[in-house]
């Protein structure tokens, strides 16, 4: 069973950074990409960040473009979400995402995706 397991979210002041992972594991198969989404409440699911697994393509949107650097380890099946100038209006829930081969929509869109976290908290504050 695919599990995804994201951590290191938490509070923290407007200026501040996290970094938060996502382990994968009890897969068989290698990710064709893996990403970051964000569902603040009230609001749509909003695509953060994603990195193909193999190659080291990335995208992100404009909103986070320059704050926010999607990296991974491939040996530790772990992502990472370097966030820096955080935000207030960066407050949501994080989910870390995986895309089984082979690629069915764009990485940027949440139909990609076929495995999901339970989701790690961030928080803030102004």
């Known amino acids: 069973q695919v599990q995804l397991l994201e951590s290191g979210g938490g509070l923290v002041q407007a200026g501040g950074s996290l970094r938060l992972s996502c382990t994968i594991s009890?897969?068989?198969?290698?990710?064709?990409?893996m990403a970051w989404f964000r569902q603040a409440p009230g609001k749509e699911r909003e695509f953060v960040s994603a990195?193909?697994?193999?190659?080291?393509?990335?995208f992100s949107t404009s909103t986070t473009n320059g704050r926010f650097t999607i990296s991974r380890d491939t040996a530790k099946n772990t992502l990472y979400l370097q966030m820096r100038d955080l935000e207030p209006e960066d407050t949501a829930p994080y989910y870390c995402a995986a895309a089984a081969p082979p690629l069915r929509a764009s990485v940027m869109t949440g139909d990609a995706y076929d495995y999901w976290g339970q989701g790690t908290q961030v928080t803030v504050s102004s």
């Open positions: 009890g897969h068989t198969f290698t990710p064709y990409a």
């Open positions: 990195i193909l697994w193999t190659g080291y393509s990335t």
